[in-house]
């Protein structure tokens, strides 16, 4: 395959940036999307050029880093894929592809498609955890969970914190995230004893961090990797109206 790439380049978030053009050939439709940016880097840097920055890790669609707006799309034009295991097949031989950052003022760019998310990292400190005692871990049988709870708990614990829900959102909301972090928390026994604390507390830090609000359109849950229901929106909303008026509400 013969593409065209128009990727942000941007040397940090105080300069400004533009899009610039690069041509790469001989792209095997068998790579993932990332590979093919591996491949024009081995040649940006063979040039003696200034390789493009992108974040990554695992490569398997679990660390959340792989962050790129892929031709207007958060992770590309495939539904519950990360960019990592977005594949070249899903373009065509001669296509252009314009890549850039999450777009949100709490996503601030470091550098080309590298920004920096560790505002979600303030949200998870400010409440997203459980009093536990130190020693061995209780057998798993000592808590007893209704299977339907636990189910609701796990699907929602299956979110990554890659930020496609705030680069969806026209507000640049991050209620999604905090409400999958609140949902797998409050839907279990250990979740319980800061239940209350913890959704005025993750609300107050998403809000200080300069994420907008939200207009439920479901442009969030559409493009999350791991299809986090819009379900733990109106379980968060619960959650801090009853944490609000002092009483924990189910």
Not at 14 to 19: E, I, N, V
């Amino acid at each position: 395959m013969n593409l065209t790439l128009k990727v942000w380049r941007q040397k940090n978030a105080k300069t400004k940036g533009s899009l610039e053009t690069y041509q790469v050939n001989g792209i095997s439709e068998d790579m993932s999307f990332l590979e093919m940016f591996d491949v024009l880097n081995e040649r940006l840097v063979s040039e003696e050029k200034e390789p493009i920055a992108f974040d990554h890790d695992c490569r398997e669609g679990i660390c959340g880093m792989c962050s790129m707006h892929i031709n207007g799309r958060p992770h590309g034009p495939l539904e519950a894929v990360t960019t990592c295991q977005l594949h070249m097949r899903s373009f065509k031989d001669g296509d252009t592809i314009v890549v850039e950052p999450w777009r949100a003022t709490a996503f601030p760019v470091i550098k080309d498609l590298v920004v920096d998310r560790t505002s979600f990292d303030r949200i998870i400190a400010s409440g997203g955890y459980i009093s536990v005692n130190t020693g061995n871990a209780q057998d798993g049988n000592s808590l007893p969970i209704p299977k339907e709870e636990a189910d609701k708990a796990f699907a929602a614990a299956a979110c990554i914190g890659c930020g496609a829900c705030v680069a969806a959102c026209k507000n640049a909301s991050a209620m999604l995230f905090v409400s999958a972090k609140v949902s797998q928390l409050a839907l279990l026994p250990q979740g319980q004893p800061e239940r209350e604390e913890r959704a005025i507390n993750m609300v107050a830090q998403m809000d200080a961090e300069g994420f907008g609000s939200c207009t439920n359109t479901g442009a969030c849950a559409i493009e999350c990797p791991k299809e986090i229901s819009l379900e733990n929106i109106a379980r968060l909303n619960r959650e801090y109206l009853g944490a609000s008026i002092g009483s924990t509400v189910a």
